[in-house]
Each structure stands twice: as C-alpha cells, then as structure tokens.
C-alpha cells in the first residue's frame, strides 16, 4: 500500500508543470468577433402593458450557423420614455407606443421593437344602458350599452357580458373591440332585429342570453373575471338579487319599450343610478 502511495505521488509530481488542453465549451469561452456574423435579440413579448416587464435575451450568431447567448451584452432603450431596459435585459413598460432595443456587443448590435399599451383601468368601462323589455315581442331587440369613462379609447377585449342566470353563455368581447375615451358602444342581442327597430346596426353582438322582463342581472366583467360593474333590475334574478345597499328590492324599473339608464356620469351602486326613459343606444 506504501508503495502505490508512493508510486501516486511521483507521478503527480512529474506532471505538475506540464500543460493540459482545457475541454472547449462555448459558453465560457470569451467571444470571438472573428467568427460571429451577428447578433439577434429574443423578446419574451412583443407587447406589453404599462408597467408590465418583458425579458430581451441577446443571441450570437455564428458563420458556421450555431448560436448561443451572448455575455456581456450593453443594453439601450432608444426611447426610454416609453419602455426602459435595465442591464439585465428587463424592459419595463413606461407609457404608450413603440420603443427600440438596441443590444451590443463589441462592435456588433441588433434592434428589436417593443410595443407598449396603456394600462386599461376597467372600473371605468360601465354598464350604461339596458333595454329588456321591448314593445310586443323581445326577440333579438335587446341591447345592453357600455360606457368608457377614461379619457383614453380602450380595447375592452376579453371583458364578458351575462345576465342573472347560472345557466347562461357569457358574451366575450372579441378582438379589436375599442371604445372611445368617453363614448358608448352597444352589445346587441341580434344585428338584424336591432336594426329593424332603431335604423343601425349595434356596434358588438351577438349575446345568447334573454334578459327576464320581470326580474334580471346584468353582469360586466373584466378580461381576468373581476366583476366590473352590475346592475340589478326590478329586484334582479333569482339567486341574483341585490343586498341593502342597493337601495331597493323594484327599482330600476322600465315599461315595455322603454330603457334603463344612468341618470348621470356618477356611479353609487344603488338604484338611484338609473331612470327609465326612451331607448338612446350609442347616445349619451
């Protein structure tokens, strides 16, 4: 056993000095300019929300077609004021609009672009109008109202409609549904009907719930299904009814061919919000 120790310890000994080829891995070898072709950045999203961030990876591209992350990489936003970029790669989104990101590396660098959307503030998005209950016959010729009371247009999509029913198929607001900054927009129950009746066509459709004459909720939620706004109309629906600070276990109210509206810009959450009147979709 002495003698292998003592064998062990010659050889460490006469190949103490000698140099020994390190294994190559790329990823701890310093970058070479010489064989990269250039630099591309990856975005975790192309599209933020305000205050949202988003991840920029720097990719090296090689002449010899591999790829790998770069290190080392000098991050700039070109319009900071809308989205910044730390040196890290985070971006975090600031204001509205599109901004570039610029990563270097040496004397290579690449752009990319990065959109950023205002933070839509859905509390502000309202239930404005309801017509329940038509003159004769309801088919197709209901219509619920929504009301921006930002000062910015919004892209309410994802945001859901439904009445007081367990059973009902909630409307979700499709792509490129935008209100204005203080205007309204009409779901309809059925284009055509709504045109029959008021002379155009509503600006969203079609919902397949049928809003109860006698007793109903309407329900606006947000993309997430936060609930947004409601409305609880002559005592609302069964298992949907309204508590004490409503105000009222009738009220709002509206005759046949009439509707529901705000009676002002101010929001309570009572019955008092709400008057009946003659129909007025997409006027406020």
């Not at 004397?107 to 990319?112: R, V």
């Not at 404005?128 to 000062?151: P, W």
Request: charged share 20%.
């Amino acid at each position: 056993m002495l003698k292998f120790i003592t064998l062990m310890l010659l050889f460490a000994l006469l190949t103490s000095g000698c140099d020994t080829p390190e294994q190559f891995n790329p990823f701890l070898q310093p970058f070479s300019q010489k064989t990269a072709r250039g630099l591309e950045i990856i975005l975790s999203a192309g599209c933020i929300m305000e205050q949202e961030t988003a991840l920029a990876t720097a990719i090296v591209l090689f002449t010899d077609g591999t790829r790998r992350p770069a290190e080392s990489v000098i991050w700039e936003s070109r319009d900071a004021l809308i989205a910044a970029i730390d040196r890290y790669g985070i971006i975090t989104g600031r204001a509205p609009g599109n901004a570039r990101i610029i990563a270097r590396l040496d004397d290579i660098s690449a752009e990319a672009e990065v959109e950023v959307r205002r933070k839509i503030d859905y509390g502000k998005i309202r239930i404005s109008e309801v017509f329940y209950d038509a003159t004769g016959a309801d088919d197709g010729l209901e219509f619920i109202e929504l009301y921006n009371d930002n000062d910015y247009a919004c892209d309410i999509e994802g945001m859901s409609l439904t009445d007081g029913s367990s059973a009902s198929r909630p409307l979700v607001l499709p792509e490129g549904s935008v209100v204005e900054a203080h205007s309204c927009a009409v779901v309809g129950q059925s284009p055509d009907a709504f045109y029959s009746l008021f002379g155009a066509y509503p600006d969203f459709g079609c919902f397949t719930f049928t809003l109860n004459n006698s007793g109903e909720t309407v329900v606006l939620s947000s993309p997430g299904g936060e609930r947004v706004d409601i409305v609880y109309i002559e005592g609302g629906a069964d298992g949907f009814a309204p508590d004490e600070t409503w105000g009222s276990a009738t009220m709002p109210s509206a005759p046949a061919g009439s509707s529901l509206s705000r009676t002002g810009a101010g929001d309570t959450d009572t019955c008092a919000d709400w008057a009946a009147g003659t129909p007025s979709p997409g006027r406020l």
